[in-house]
């Protein structure tokens, strides 16, 4: 595997690298199980799964601390996992139950958790990423330095208020980290066929935002980057722009027509990058971890998904006076 | 144990579909994540992935069968080592049943229909005179030093001292961190003022004009409106959106429209439209502690004028709660904003003709003071509603339909709606007289509804 690192050369520990592979084996297993519930018909409406990008999120989460802020788009679930949200009311909101995280009002685009600083979720493409400029003009209000990580796709990087807010961002000088997850498509148009210069960091460069490509199927790679900026933001230095390259193995949404990328693309990407693979080969080829010790994980993680499941399963529907309420504080 | 894997749904509506291809065999061990088969609806087609380990010990349905139900068999995975058996595997069946939907729009119970309308200060209360301008930077400048988490943003707002000087002196007392000039950049900065608010700040965004606020329609609708609904009660938004609104004069159509129908019809956000001075103090002064995002419309030729304001130390206007301006027994004329202007010069004019109208200003458009229209309506049998917006979807229109449906047996004549008319504004001077609406236009619809 071209990308892969010896542990020797990087500062993360066994233990560091075991959390990484247990958090995006349960995005993977819950993205996986979400799926299967949509297939049933108890997840309804749209539906985004993550697969294939898990170390982005999960190499980045590496790097935050506790009032730090996060806001992504609308395929959010692996976002909200990453940064220790319930499962079970991640899952039971896909389901649209009272023990959803928004009590089932939200859905699966459209979750949030004040305790947990993330601020959605949200469904129209590039509206997150002045949101998140925002999140990140409170801190830098109140004089904290505390860091937004603000996320969007390549498909979002063509949105004019992406500009405005970079604009603004450095001339404030907010701590706010650009995520941009380029998987190459935006929803079934690739990169080649939306965008003219394809390397979106580099934009940064017109409002004196550094930036930096990032092979986001690594995590390491990722958690290296993600420190270097988050360093650049807590110093008061102003905004970031990382631009991991990720994959996205599942279709845009449920229903996909599959036409726009070849079966051997994908498979191609999967065989040869999968950022959970690599983390395996690199914990038994070090011998950091026994087979056995990794089945164990992907027992405990399978039990946690199944759990999640349930709960969403078993969740009862919101009570039908929750219609009129939440609508005013 | 075995398990069915079952025909998946792929889309919201998708009830049946093919299976196109299966990509393994009988026999055939899969990992979790493995892809098994490919279905094709005739919206799309889906990669098919097994979620659990196992050998497949059944095909259940032959590959190229259409018509294939969601929900139905088309295989049985079973533990590796396990033979498959016929009998009925631990199927999960999806009961996905509506509840049903209890009726929200009920006929209105018959209780009492009171005015909610009532003495806004102590009749002893010491008042001055002030413009609306004036009273407007009065209530900013008041939330500001009681809270350092009101900031004020907005093209102008500081150096320039405020396109309309509504910020005048604001940047020399609470200097460049809390009366922040921004690029002309509306979509952008609304969101960042959004966001901000979700960060436990309190901004006010002052739009140049609100035509600028179709820019940046989405935050404020999307972003603001929507997101304590969305997310459970867990992320209110309190912002004030505020800036100059309708028309001004000789400006065209691109600056010269009224949003107040707009902005009223999103639930989640709260609207204002003051008349007077003390109305604007104290209406804003509300708008900026709540805590939720206010939609705050003022007027640029009302700018200027004056009125008694109670000089109070801390004096607000509530929500909800309209202003009867002038008591009468023939007919009722409801207005805010700049179309009070004309209800009230109307009113004069008509106790010449020996007719005694009631004027209402209604100050909030969400929520709107019903009960002290229906309970002037049910006195006076006749309504004439003003407004200065198109007719199509109007206030007035709401205000006609509610009447109708909660007051309809004490109505003597057809409630009428003086609006704008349904035209883009015309920069001539003539054409734009004719296009606005006037205060002829609202003695002509009370005569009407008097039948005179």
């Known amino acids: 595997m071209a990308t892969k690192k010896t542990l020797e050369k990087s500062n993360i520990s066994k233990n560091d690298l075991l959390q990484?592979?247990?958090?995006?084996?349960?995005?993977?297993?819950?993205?996986?199980?979400?799926?299967?519930?949509?297939?049933?018909?108890?997840?309804?409406?749209?539906?985004?799964?993550?697969?294939?990008?898990?170390?982005?999120?999960?190499?980045?989460?590496?790097?935050?601390?506790?009032?730090?802020?996060?806001?992504?788009?609308?395929?959010?679930?692996?976002?909200?996992?990453?940064?220790?949200?319930?499962?079970?009311?991640?899952?039971?909101?896909?389901?649209?139950?009272?023990?959803?995280?928004?009590?089932?009002?939200?859905?699966?685009?459209?979750?949030?958790s004040r305790e947990k600083h993330f601020y959605g979720g949200h469904g129209i493409?590039?509206?997150?990423?002045?949101?998140?400029?925002?999140?990140?003009?409170?801190?830098?209000?109140?004089?904290?330095?505390?860091?937004?990580?603000?996320?969007?796709?390549?498909?979002?990087?063509?949105?004019?208020?992406?500009?405005?807010?970079?604009?603004?961002?450095?001339?404030?000088?907010?701590?706010?980290?650009?995520?941009?997850?380029?998987?190459?498509?935006?929803?079934?148009t690739s990169i080649k066929r939306s965008t003219k210069s394809v390397t979106f960091f580099g934009r940064g460069a017109a409002y004196g935002i550094p930036g930096e490509q990032v092979d986001g199927m690594d995590v390491m790679a990722v958690k290296a980057a993600g420190e270097k900026a988050v360093a650049h933001c807590r110093a008061g230095k102003g905004p970031y722009i990382l631009e991991m390259m990720t994959y996205r193995y599942r279709g845009h949404s449920m229903s996909d027509p599959a036409k726009y990328r070849t079966r051997e693309e994908v498979e191609k990407i999967k065989s040869e990058k999968d950022c959970i693979e690599h983390v395996r080969d690199l914990l038994t080829q070090g011998g950091l971890a026994s087979d056995e010790e990794l089945?164990?994980?992907?027992?405990?993680?399978?039990?946690?998904?199944?759990?999640?499941?349930?709960?969403?399963?078993?969740?009862?529907?919101?009570?039908?006076?929750?219609?009129?309420?939440?609508?005013?504080? | 144990m075995a398990t069915e894997v079952l025909m998946p749904a792929l889309s919201p509506t998708m009830e049946e579909g093919t299976l196109a291809k299966c990509l393994?065999?009988?026999?055939?061990?899969?990992?979790?994540?493995?892809?098994?088969?490919?279905?094709?609806?005739?919206?799309?087609?889906?990669?098919?992935?097994?979620?659990?380990?196992?050998?497949?010990?059944?095909?259940?349905?032959?590959?190229?069968?259409?018509?294939?139900?969601?929900?139905?068999?088309?295989?049985?995975?079973?533990?590796?080592?396990?033979?498959?058996?016929?009998a009925p595997a631990a199927a999960v069946v999806a009961a996905v049943l509506a509840a049903p939907v209890a009726a929200v729009s009920a006929p209105a119970a018959a209780v009492a229909i009171v005015s909610r309308a009532s003495a806004d200060w102590p009749a002893d209360a010491p008042m001055k005179t002030m413009t609306v301008r004036e009273a407007l930077r009065e209530a900013m400048a008041e939330e500001m030093r009681a809270n350092p988490n009101v900031f004020l943003m907005g093209e102008e707002v500081g150096e320039y001292q405020g396109a309309y000087?509504?910020?005048?002196?604001?940047?020399?007392?609470?200097?460049?961190?809390?009366?922040?000039?921004?690029?002309?950049?509306?979509?952008?900065?609304?969101?960042?003022?959004?966001?901000?608010?979700?960060?436990?700040?309190n901004p006010i965004v002052e739009f140049m004009?609100?035509?600028?606020?179709?820019?940046?329609?989405?935050?404020?609708?999307?972003?603001?409106?929507?997101?304590?609904?969305?997310?459970?009660?867990?992320?209110?938004?309190?912002i004030v959106f505020r800036g100059t609104n309708g028309a001004a004069a000789r400006v065209g159509a691109q600056h010269s429209q009224d949003f107040a129908a707009w902005y009223a019809a999103i639930p989640g956000l709260k609207v204002a439209m003051p008349y007077s001075a003390a109305d604007a103090k104290g209406l804003l002064k509300s708008a900026i502690r709540d805590g939720n995002p206010v939609i705050f419309l003022e007027n640029e030729i009302l700018y200027g004028q004056s009125?008694?304001?109670?000089?109070?130390?801390?004096?607000?206007?509530?929500?909800?709660?309209?202003?009867?301006?002038?008591?009468?027994?023939?007919?009722?004329?409801?207005?805010?904003?700049?179309?009070?202007?004309?209800?009230?010069?109307?009113?004069?004019?008509?106790?010449?003709?020996?007719?005694?109208?009631?004027?209402?200003?209604?100050?909030?458009?969400?929520?709107?003071?019903?009960?002290?229209?229906?309970a002037s309506v049910m006195k006076t049998n006749r309504c004439v509603t003003v407004e200065e917006g198109f007719p199509v979807g109007s206030i007035g229109d709401h205000l006609a339909s509610t009447i109708m449906q909660r007051a309809f047996d004490h109505l003597d004549a057809p409630v009428v709606t003086c609006t704008g008319k349904d035209v883009p504004m015309p920069y001539a001077a003539n054409l734009e007289k004719l296009a606005l609406l006037t205060t002829a236009d609202v003695v002509a619809a009370v005569k009407s509804v008097c039948y005179r």
């Not at chain 1, 509206?127 to 390549?154: C, R």
């Not at chain 1, 405990?300 to 009862?316: G, H, L, M, R, T």
């Not at chain 2, 509504?166 to 969101?191: A, H, N, W, Y």
């Not at chain 2, 004009?209 to 820019?215: H, I, P, R, V, Y």
């Open chain 1, 125 to 188: 493409v590039g509206a997150q990423v002045p949101l998140g400029a925002g999140l990140a003009f409170s801190d830098w209000y109140k004089g904290n330095d505390n860091v937004s990580f603000t996320y969007f796709g390549d498909g979002a990087a063509n949105q004019g208020q992406v500009y405005e807010t970079y604009n603004m961002a450095e001339l404030w000088n907010l701590p706010v980290i650009f995520v941009i997850e380029n998987n190459g498509y935006a929803m079934g």
């Open chain 2, 165 to 201: 000087k509504i910020s005048q002196g604001l940047l020399d007392e609470f200097g460049p961190k809390r009366i922040i000039d921004t690029p002309i950049t509306e979509m952008g900065f609304t969101g960042i003022a959004v966001g901000a608010a979700w960060g436990g700040l």
């Open chain 2, 24 to 86: 393994v065999k009988e026999g055939d061990k899969v990992k979790s994540g493995q892809i098994i088969a490919e279905i094709e609806t005739d919206k799309a087609t889906m990669e098919f992935e097994a979620t659990d380990e196992g050998t497949v010990g059944k095909l259940l349905v032959a590959e190229g069968t259409a018509g294939v139900k969601v929900n139905t068999p088309i295989a049985v995975i079973v533990d590796d080592g396990e033979a498959y058996s016929a």
């Open chain 2, 307 to 374: 009125f008694e304001v109670p000089d109070l130390p801390d004096f607000t206007i509530p929500f909800g709660k309209a202003r009867i301006w002038r008591e009468g027994s023939d007919v009722t004329i409801v207005s805010f904003g700049i179309g009070m202007k004309y209800a009230l010069e109307a009113a004069d004019l008509l106790t010449k003709d020996g007719i005694s109208a009631e004027v209402i200003d209604l100050r909030t458009l969400r929520p709107i003071d019903y009960d002290t229209v229906l």
């Open chain 1, 20 to 112: 990484y592979y247990r958090e995006m084996l349960l995005i993977r297993r819950f993205e996986e199980k979400a799926g299967q519930l949509y297939g049933m018909g108890l997840i309804g409406g749209f539906c985004h799964l993550y697969i294939g990008q898990e170390a982005v999120v999960v190499g980045l989460e590496a790097c935050t601390k506790e009032g730090d802020k996060r806001i992504t788009s609308y395929r959010d679930h692996g976002h909200m996992l990453a940064c220790g949200m319930d499962p079970k009311g991640v899952m039971a909101e896909l389901t649209g139950r009272a023990g959803g995280y928004s009590r089932g009002k939200g859905g699966s685009m459209h979750m949030f």
């Open chain 2, 209 to 238: 004009t609100f035509n600028f606020s179709l820019q940046a329609i989405d935050h404020i609708l999307n972003s603001a409106a929507k997101t304590n609904y969305m997310s459970g009660g867990q992320l209110g938004c309190s």
């Open chain 1, 295 to 329: 089945k164990a994980i992907d027992k405990s993680i399978k039990e946690i998904v199944n759990e999640a499941a349930e709960f969403a399963k078993d969740s009862p529907e919101p009570d039908l006076s929750e219609l009129f309420t939440d609508i005013y504080v």
